[in-house]
């Protein structure tokens, strides 16, 4: 069960960030370009700790696989990291971008945006069935 400041952030995070971003993305593809698009929801144990949720720019150690202090992640948090370094690492190289088993992450189309959720377990959604926090 949430909190209620785990509901807030979901709240504020769907206002000001999700739908905004689902807007651009949804006119990329009436343009008819290829569009990709995740959302990040990874909390590591550090951030748990401290009472901190996924937040803007959370990824980015994830991406260059700097997760220091080494007390405040896990394993898991070891696995998202190669999977996001591999999902940016191929998105530059190729343009498309994949998890470390080679799958691509899904690109939107006008009639089916998707979302690739990461956290604990990298999976792709529609965006109106994103996880919770």
Known sequence: MSSAYEE????????IWTQPALASYRRFTE??????????D????????????AFHMSDIPYVFGR???????????AHVSQTMTHAWTE?????VPSSPDGTPWPAATRTA??????????HSAPPDHQPSH
């Open 8 to 15: 807030l952030a979901e709240l504020f995070t769907t206002a």
């Open 31 to 40: 343009l008819g370009r290829t569009t990709y698009a995740y959302r990040f």
């Open 113 to 122: 945006p998707h979302l690739t959720i990461v956290n604990d377990k990298t």
């Open 91 to 95: 998105f530059a190289r190729t343009g």
């Open 67 to 77: 997760l220091t202090p080494a007390e405040d992640y896990d394993e898991t948090d």
């Open 42 to 53: 990874r909390v590591s144990p550090g951030n748990r700790r401290t009472g901190k949720l």
